[in-house]
């Protein structure tokens, strides 16, 4: 039986596979004009249309089609496809003239050597060139189709859960590699409009490139799916930042202990402080994180605060420390009963977007080939806007345009400040650190076990 999520995700698919169709005309225009035969146009739309429509009903839905996908996103997935449609048109004329003038010399030896036969180069050209063409378009559909259904627009990034445009959006460059880009394309229609078929070779080859390169930077919006381990290690560059010694993944001799140390990501200490690190990706789900993920990481740390265990753990001493649970949800939302469970006994909760995490790692690679001794104070500012996703944190421009050099002075500063942004149910201890505050609900009044 048909239900309405089926038939939002059948109307939905048939749209993409739409806007294959169309991109293939928009993007291969200047070679069909070329070629003088603006009708193949519709063939390549219809090969676009099969293959991309065959490989997206054969996906299985990856997510509540309910959320839909915003018009923002339908234009930038018509672009992406315009690009590698435009890219299939440079690779069809390069072909067609490299076909050409062989044929050409062919020809040219054939009447060196006497013979009047002669050979047509302009149809050879063509018929081979086209079947090339015809056959690299079953791939470019089929590249089209799982890049607009996985890449830039994927499960395993946050924005899934609210749309892939909302990120965009914040972007102001978005808007304007957009206006560009059809822009571009219009003026490209216009030319094509007013010449026709009657200029060269390289008059088209030249309006070929530009469907390719004006529309090629959507390629790159796709955020980036990243390894747990990157993302639990972008989590420890901003530990780091703020004064805090990491021991990732820890692990014990005793056999009990390393059971009860499974789940925990990382291990975070600072003289007196210590914090159990749990992070909750994306990569095995999208759903909302709930209470018992909570429960379980403080039960842990309930166990580790225990003399007996404690002096088990390897790499980090945990005993006469202040051991606290720490959950990050990198990706991942936090539902209503994690809300309140995180309230009523205490938990720390950190949700950060994939957005945030992607900056921090870009920002280590080009500091670690550009100004590794500056690293720091870099990671203090992205800091500073990445605890702008806290809902009790407060409203603060960010940081990261300001050169690291000129902030160098303030970096401990900005870190106190994060600390207190970043961790909003802890507060200063004195020159011990921070310490999390008594349990806000009496045990029986709580509503969670």
């Known amino acids: 039986m048909n239900t309405p999520t089926t038939h939002a995700r059948l109307v939905k698919l048939i749209l993409l596979s739409t806007f294959v169709a169309l991109a293939a005309i928009v993007g291969l225009a200047p070679a069909g004009f070329f070629l003088q035969c603006t009708r193949l146009l519709y063939v390549f739309a219809l090969e676009g249309m099969l293959i991309a429509g065959v490989f997206l009903f054969s996906q299985r839905s990856e997510t509540p089609v309910g959320i839909g996908a915003s018009p923002l996103e339908f234009l ?129 080859f030249v309006l070929q490139l530009i469907p390719y390169g004006a529309c090629f930077w959507v390629l790159g919006l796709g955020v980036r ?17 703020m004064g805090y010694e990491l021991v990732f993944s820890p692990h014990s001799q005793d056999s009990t202990i390393e059971t009860l ?56 001493s945990l005993t006469d ?29 950190v949700v950060i977007e994939m957005e945030t995490i992607n900056e921090i790692l870009t920002l280590a690679d080009s500091s670690e080939a550009e100004q590794a001794s500056k690293g720091l104070a870099k990671f203090g500012n992205l800091a500073t806007s990445a605890s702008e996703v806290l809902p009790s944190a407060d409203s603060t421009p960010s940081t990261l345009a300001i050169d690291p050099g000129e902030r160098a002075q303030d970096t401990d500063q900005k870190l106190t400040d994060l600390a207190h942004r970043y961790f909003p149910h802890l507060k200063d201890e004195g020159e011990h650190g921070l310490y999390v505050p008594e349990e806000l609900v009496p045990e029986e009044e709580r509503q969670w076990a």
């Open 76 to 204: 930038l997935r018509g672009l992406a496809a315009v690009s590698l449609w435009g890219f299939l048109g440079v690779v069809w004329l390069t072909v067609y003239e490299l076909i050409y003038w062989l044929i050409r010399l062919v020809d040219w030896l054939i009447k060196l050597l006497g013979s009047k036969f002669t050979l047509g180069a302009a149809s050879i050209a063509f018929y081979v060139s086209l079947g090339c063409a015809l056959v690299f378009g079953i791939g470019i559909a089929a590249a089209i189709a799982q890049n607009i259904s996985k890449r830039l627009y994927s499960l395993s990034v946050s924005s899934r859960t609210v749309a892939y445009s909302q990120a965009l959006s914040k972007q102001r460059k978005t808007y304007l590699y957009l206006m560009l880009s059809l822009l571009f394309l219009a003026g490209t229609g216009i030319l094509l409009w007013r010449t026709g078929e009657s200029e060269g070779f390289w008059f088209y």
């Open 321 to 349: 420390k202040n051991v606290q649970p720490l959950l990050v949800l990198a990706g991942r939302n936090q539902d209503d009963s994690l809300v309140q469970f995180s309230r009523e006994v205490g938990l720390t909760v």
């Open 261 to 316: 140390l499974s789940g925990v990501d990382m291990i975070a200490s600072r003289e007196n402080q210590v914090l159990i690190i749990q992070v909750k990706t994306a990569s095995s789900s999208a759903a909302s994180v709930d209470w018992t993920i909570g429960s379980g990481l403080r039960m842990k740390v309930k166990a580790l605060r225990l003399p007996e265990i404690c002096q088990k753990v390897e790499a980090v």
């Open 225 to 241: 799916v990243r390894k747990d381990s990157e993302i639990v290690n972008a989590i420890g560059m901003l530990l780091r930042s």
